[in-house]
């Protein structure tokens, strides 16, 4: 059955895109061009979630929410709002609406806030608090439902965060999902990985410069931190942003304020800061490789991201989310995994994380000719990880022992067959025609 939203808009136009791109998201909706009428709908029907225009004729849109509230508190309540009704959309806010989105709407947005907020809602078959899904990041375990609940209650702030976590643990994610759920969802989200740009060239890309600045600076050019203004500016690695650069970021974050590369006016922007890293920051600066007074003033709220070896209960999940995707890019027809697959994904330590995984579904949705994924289609190290598991028995079995003795060297060998032949004392030729008869896929 499809989740009902109810869509209030006294501009006819407003209400036939949102809805026509709500229903090919899914959803069943309601239409209303007045707050009277709205309150008419709610009574005689049930809506999982209302979006309002802040500015109705009649009854507005903050008298339309206090009056939902008082007969439906649970049902999430999205405002739409012109600049000039903003501060009136955070008020609403403060009483107990989800959240307000500027116009002219942005649909991506708009759709990507409304799962978010369905999502959030306890259900009946969902013990979880937060559902299974929070935008786009996936999990019902508890270590995933903290993070989770962080995120929404840093994101009605304007504090800075500092997201830790292993490499491929979707930092980047959790980033992004403060954002959008935050008060400036409407503003640009502007992500900057401090290890992929050369050092001379990060002050420019940060703080911009002016014409005549350096060489080659033949124009002004504006910054990321400029171009993030209204909005979230993301900064990814952070341990590694070039300690010069440090203190001229301390400054923005205290002032609000930067001078551009070669320039002498000063500029100001509000925009939020979110910052991201893998390295152990207090040991960074208890090495004197990472300025004390930033990661204070970085470190206001710290959000862990665990790695998958922490939240097993989510790899089917995820795995099965995976799958679903890379199925219909590949325009592919693969309903699950068998069982010997899941129980590998299940005991593999993951040091990629849900980047690995991801990567390692999307290997073998392509590969896979079957309904099923099987082991066969899963890289060299997880079939030989099937193998080390193997029972008492099946040790004295031949061609398991050469299965076995193959995967090996070509897992020694990073599979490189000219080498793991070498390694073997055979052909490659032979190589090849061992691993078609075992069924062994490079």
Not at 33 to 43: F, P, T, V, Y
Not at 54 to 77: C, M, N, R, S, W
Not at 104 to 131: H, K, T, Y
Request: proline share 3%; charged share 30%; with cysteine.
């Amino acid at each position: 059955m499809s989740l009902k939203i109810l869509i209030i808009d006294d501009e006819q136009n407003i209400l036939k895109i949102v809805s026509a791109a709500l229903k090919k998201e899914g959803f069943a909706v309601d239409t209303s061009l007045s707050a009277e009428d709205a309150l008419r709908k709610i009574k005689n029907n049930s809506y999982n979630l209302i979006v309002s225009d802040y500015k109705l004729p009649g009854i507005d849109g903050e008298q339309l929410f206090e009056k939902v509230k008082t007969q439906e508190p649970a049902t999430p309540f999205i405002f739409l709002t012109a600049f000039g009704t903003i501060e009136l959309a955070v008020n609403a806010m403060k009483k107990g609406a989800y959240t307000y989105l500027t116009k002219p709407v942005n649909l991506d947005l708009l759709i990507m806030i409304i799962r978010e907020a369905l999502s959030a809602r306890p259900s009946s078959d969902d013990e979880s608090c937060f559902g299974s899904h929070f935008l786009n990041i996936v999990g019902r375990s508890q270590a995933i439902q903290d993070v989770f609940s962080m995120i929404r209650r840093v994101s009605k702030t304007d504090a800075n965060v500092l997201i830790t976590g292993e490499s491929g643990t979707g930092k980047e994610l959790v980033a992004r999902a403060i954002h959008y759920s935050s008060l400036k969802a409407g503003g640009p989200f502007i992500p900057l990985d401090c290890t992929t740009i050369p050092e001379e060239l990060v002050e420019s890309e940060l703080f911009g410069h002016e014409k005549g600045a350096f060489t080659c600076a033949y124009e002004d050019k504006i910054g990321l931190i400029e171009m993030a203004k209204g909005g979230t500016i993301f900064l990814d690695e952070i341990g590694d942003l070039d300690f010069s650069l440090q203190k001229k970021l301390l400054r923005f974050l205290q002032e609000k304020e930067f001078y551009r590369l070669g320039g002498k006016k000063k500029i100001q922007v509000d925009a939020r800061v979110l910052a991201a890293t893998n390295r152990n920051i207090e040991e960074a600066v208890e090495k004197g490789e990472f300025r004390s007074d930033l990661y204070y003033r970085l470190n206001v709220i710290t959000i862990h991201v665990p790695p998958l070896r922490e939240r097993k209960e989510d790899i089917p999940l995820l795995a099965n989310e995976f799958l679903d995707k890379f199925s219909k890019k590949n325009k592919k027809d693969i309903r699950g995994f068998d069982e010997n697959v899941q129980e590998l994904m299940i005991n593999y330590e993951w040091p990629g994380n849900v980047r690995e995984l991801e990567n390692t579904v999307e290997r073998a949705v392509i590969l896979c000719p079957y309904d099923y994924v099987t082991t066969e289609f899963l890289p060299g190290k997880f079939r030989i990880l099937a193998n080390d598991t193997a029972s008492p028995d099946e040790e004295f079995n031949l061609i398991e022992t050469e299965k076995r003795i193959i995967l090996k060297a070509l897992d020694k060998t990073s599979w490189n067959q000219s080498r793991a032949a070498e390694l073997l004392g055979i052909s490659r030729k032979k190589l090849r025609t061992k691993m078609t008869n075992l069924k062994i896929v490079s």
